[in-house]
């Protein structure tokens, strides 16, 4: 099984500044890897698949990068609307598909 | 639109089994997508329970396979889990997810609102 594994585990950002969220996998999942976002008492949202490509509706202000064994995820400009919990998930080998423990990216 | 609607117990003892529905609306069923429950115990993480596809072939994650089972009903554009023997560590946020299907591409990209399932007596 593959393990997500995902830094800071919280991570306070002021509205306005770049948020960089990482994510690495115990082996390569080559570009497999998409980041979903999470608010309190909602589903995931699907931001990114194929590691750096945005979901239908995602604003350009979130892009991913890596592949292999390390992802990061920015938000280029932290909206009010962005604070929220982000997870990574891999597809690459499965099953199972697994997800990392999560970001949190709140106000500071 | 795709849409999807969980529905199913919001309290189940322990020992018994926990049985959820996934209406899905907006979009056939019968397609080239697969469907998926993923849970999220109260305070955690994201945990994927398996995955159907319409012609009714199953994935499930090892670590829960001896107890779940999912189906499908194209007739009703729905798709169902169950979880046998289930303990307090069962309690969780029940999604269930359209996944997708193309190339190597296996995401999550419409999932229903979830529904809190408890297990106690």
């Known amino acids: 099984e593959i393990v997500m594994t995902q830094s800071p585990a919280t991570l306070s950002v002021s509205p306005g500044e770049r948020a960089t969220l990482s994510c690495r996998a115990s082996?390569?999942?080559?570009?497999?890897l998409a980041w979903y976002q999470q608010k309190p008492g909602q589903a995931p949202r699907l931001l990114i698949y194929?590691?750096?490509t945005r979901a239908t509706g995602i604003p350009a202000r979130f892009s991913g990068s890596g592949s292999g064994t390390e992802f990061t995820l920015t938000i280029s400009s932290l909206q009010s609307e962005d604070f929220a919990v982000y997870y990574c998930q891999q597809y690459n080998d499965w099953p199972p598909f697994t997800f990392g423990p999560g970001t949190k990216v709140d106000i500071k | 639109q795709v849409q999807l609607q969980e529905s199913g117990p919001g309290l189940v003892k322990p020992s018994e089994t926990l049985s959820l529905t996934c209406a899905v609306s907006?979009?056939?069923?019968?397609?080239?997508?697969?469907w998926g429950w993923i849970r999220q115990p109260p305070g955690k993480g994201l945990e994927w329970i398996g995955s159907i596809y319409h012609s009714g072939s199953t994935y499930y994650n090892p670590s829960l396979k001896s107890r779940v089972t999912i189906s499908v009903d194209t007739s009703k554009n729905q798709f169902s889990l169950k979880l046998s023997s289930v303990t307090a560590a069962d309690t969780a946020v029940y999604y269930c997810?359209?996944?997708?299907?193309?190339?190597?591409?296996?995401?999550?990209?419409?999932w229903g609102q979830g529904t809190l399932v408890t297990v106690s007596s």
């Open positions: 194929g590691a750096s």
């Open positions: 082996q390569s999942v080559s570009s497999n």
């Open positions: 907006g979009y056939s069923i019968s397609s080239v997508y697969y």
């Open positions: 997810a359209r996944q997708q299907k193309w190339l190597q591409h296996y995401y999550f990209d419409y």
